[in-house]
Nanobody
Framework: QVRLAESGGGSVQAGGSLKLSCVYS?????MGWYRQAPGKASDLVLI???????VYAESVKGRFTISRDNAKNTLYLQMTSLKAEDTAVYYC????????????WGQGTQVTVSS
């Protein structure tokens, strides 16, 4: 059982930066960040993942950086040059299964970018 707890969300002006953290316990495996924009209940998007390789969605490539510190059991998402369209609930996820889905999810943290 992997437990995940995100923090670091908040409100920021467009062009600003935020850093999300996700403390995990219960083991290490491939991890990532999903986000869900407001008003789109089914539109969960994987924006970054880190395992043997690091992968980013085109919408955040060059602006967001995913990293992990296994000594601190913490996953990070450094977000820069934020845009209004980055406004979403961000979820930390862990352990990709054979179907390509992640088995464990955090509770989510809200990021609001005002233009």
């Amino acid at each position: 059982q992997v437990r995940l707890a995100e923090s670091g969300g908040g409100s920021v002006q467009a062009g600003g930066s935020l850093k999300l953290s996700c403390v995990y316990s219960g083991g290490t495996c491939k991890m990532g960040w999903y986000r869900q924009a407001p008003g789109k209940a089914s539109d969960l998007v994987l924006i970054a993942s880190i395992g043997d390789t690091t992968v980013y969605a085109e919408s955040v490539k060059g602006r967001f950086t995913i990293s992990r510190d296994n000594a601190k059991n913490t996953l990070y998402l450094q977000m820069t040059s934020l845009k209004a369209e980055d406004t979403a609930v961000y979820y930390c996820v862990a352990c990709e299964n054979r179907r390509g889905a992640f088995d464990y999810w955090g509770q989510g943290t809200q990021v609001t970018v005002s233009s």
